[in-house]
């Protein structure tokens, strides 16, 4: 077989596996978008039938160069900054800058921002502007504006040993899901992935919801720790990581691992659609609500929605979740986004409202998180930070927004 043969070859294979894992076509929108996977695109809308690579359809903005929605603006566009408590946001830069500084086109801003003690705002305006231009971002619609959405850190609590209490499992990484880069074989499949296992010498879909939590788990053996509810082990998985409050007086840490490749389907929509809410009730805490007002049709419920987070323990003293970037999260200052369109790590200027207000929350922020929803240019998911209020907030937040990412002098980005 040839090399042009075999690449075709191959990509039939992933681009099927793709679309036997999508599910149906769903036409409300999203009450709770999912996060499942921060480092990974899912699809965000499923292929409606089987077509080869010839006559498959483009993805909207996948003609669009990495980087292609932004354009150099004026700092007079983004003048309320000096409004902000920018000392707050500068802890949260160095913190990029710690993986940042290892390219070369962030190195002089990096080292110069190390040599900064304690800035006040006027210093870190000045520091940016010396080091960095800004851009402006537009969706791949064209518009300015776009949906702003938060999450956060749950605390659950939870045992290291299965009882009556704590039922429910939080799996680590199976030891035969496989997951493939697209990437790695095809640059313009970037940030795509597919996961499956094998099944002789064949790669099939891995096991859904459903099956995992089967009355046979096929996972048995590979759990981390036990929660005492089903539906806050199900919520954790949307946010990807989370902080349990072991009964031993212990804390652990989780954090994202992988996903079992299949789709995520909101349960919020399936409520919607069945008339046991409404679009106004389908927030995160009216969802809980009505699962444990319903607990014998929970299950039903939840696997309705195939796709399936794995976690990893993370060490004990990390001062927050780690996101995409590697480095821990900082609350209310460390916002999620597409890497295809705003650098990870990057500064940005985030102009939007408080949740269910019209207050403003105006704010330097750095790109240090990814998830599954957050696609398109001017998306973004605003991290919290952990326990109630956190969760009260980012529940809440489906807010309308704009940004500006600020990107060093150095930065090249793609000649249209």
Not at 38 to 51: A, D, F, G, R
Not at 178 to 206: A, H, Q
Not at 382 to 391: E, I, L, M, P, V
Request: net charge positive.
């Amino acid at each position: 077989m040839t090399t042009l043969r075999l690449r075709h070859h191959w990509l039939i294979i992933f681009l099927t596996l793709m679309m036997i894992t999508a599910c149906g076509k769903k036409n409300i929108k999203d009450p709770i978008p999912c996060r499942c996977e921060p480092t990974t695109s899912q699809p965000s809308k499923p292929i409606p039938e089987l077509v080869t690579p010839e006559t498959k359809p483009e993805a909207p903005g996948s003609k669009i160069p990495e980087y292609g929605l932004l354009k150099l603006a004026n700092w007079s566009e983004i003048d309320a900054w000096k409004q902000d408590n920018l000392s707050a946001g500068w802890p949260a830069w160095l913190t990029s800058c710690s993986t940042l500084k290892n390219k070369p086109e962030w190195q002089p801003a990096c080292q110069a921002a190390v040599s900064l003690n304690a800035p006040d705002n006027t210093q870190i305006i000045e520091y940016f502007t010396r080091y960095f231009n800004v851009y402006s971002t537009s969706t791949i619609a064209g518009s300015n504006t776009g949906l702003i959405t938060g999450y956060y850190e749950p605390v659950l609590k939870g045992s290291r040993t299965k009882s009556a209490q704590y039922a429910f499992p939080l799996y680590a990484q199976p030891k035969d899901l496989i997951t493939v880069d697209l990437g790695t074989l095809f640059p313009e499949l970037k940030y795509k992935r597919v996961r499956g296992k094998l099944d002789g010498n064949r790669l099939v879909p891995y096991f859904t919801r459903a099956e995992i939590e089967s009355d046979k788990p096929p996972l048995a053996g590979s759990e981390i720790v036990w929660i005492d509810d089903a539906i806050d082990a199900f919520f954790l998985q949307i946010q990807g990581s989370g902080l349990i409050q072991l009964d031993t007086g212990e804390q652990l840490h989780l954090g994202y691992a992988d996903q079992n490749g299949h789709a995520y389907n909101s349960i919020g929509k399936v409520l919607i659609q069945r008339g046991e809410l409404n679009a106004s009730q389908a927030s995160m805490q009216g969802i809980k609500d009505w699962g444990r007002k319903n607990v014998s049709k929970l299950r039903e419920l939840l696997n309705t929605n195939p796709s399936y987070v794995f976690f990893r323990e993370l060490p004990a003293n990390l001062p927050g979740p780690l996101g995409a970037l590697g480095v821990p999260l900082t609350a209310e200052r460390s916002v999620a986004i597409d890497p295809k369109y705003i650098p990870l790590g990057a500064p940005v200027y985030l102009s939007t409202t408080y949740p269910n207000t019209t207050k403003p929350l105006q704010r330097l922020m750095i790109a240090q998180d990814t998830g599954g929803a957050i696609k398109d240019g001017v998306r973004a998911d605003f991290y919290w930070g952990s326990g109630n209020y956190a969760g009260k907030m980012a529940g809440a937040m489906k807010q309308s927004g704009t940004i500006w990412v600020l990107l060093p002098k150095e930065f090249k980005l793609p000649v249209p």
